[in-house]
Nanobody, 126 residues
Framework: QLQLVESGGVLVQPGGSLRLSCAASGFTLDYYGRGWFRQAPGKEREGVSCISSSGGSTNYADSVKGRFTISRDNAKNTVYLQMNSLKPEDTAVYYC???????????????????WGQGTQVTVSS
């Protein structure tokens, strides 16, 4: 069974940095698009960033452009989200996802994804 497991979520102060990882097991995701989503209490799950199978195409929500960077290491079957200059409004549960088909235009929409991790909590607070 394919599983996606996020890690790296912790309490961090505003302005700090954090790197999330999402490792896949049970299947090689070299040819899958990958995405990061987040959900804050009382809010909808929103697309944060996504990346094509080769890593050659990326997409970011306006709220994180210039601060977050998505990357992937296909040899490790892992996708990463480097988060810099963190703000309290970045506080959320972060989820990774995998899609057998990918479009950079629509990759931050939830319905594009076939597999989801269980999420990891990121809290940005003093």
């Amino acid at each position: 069974q394919l599983q996606l497991v996020e890690s790296g979520g912790v309490l961090v102060q505003p302005g700090g940095s954090l790197r999330l990882s999402c490792a896949a097991s049970g299947f090689t995701l070299d040819y899958y698009g990958r995405g990061w989503f987040r959900q804050a209490p009382g809010k909808e799950r929103e697309g944060v960033s996504c990346i094509s199978s080769s890593g050659g195409s990326t997409n970011y929500a306006d709220s994180v452009k210039g601060r977050f960077t998505i990357s992937r290491d296909n040899a490790k079957n892992t996708v990463y989200l480097q988060m810099n200059s963190l703000k309290p409004e970045d506080t959320a549960v972060y989820y990774c996802a995998a899609a057998s088909t990918y479009s950079s235009k629509w990759c931050r929409l939830r319905y594009e994804y076939d597999y989801w991790g269980q999420g990891t909590q990121v809290t940005v607070s003093s």
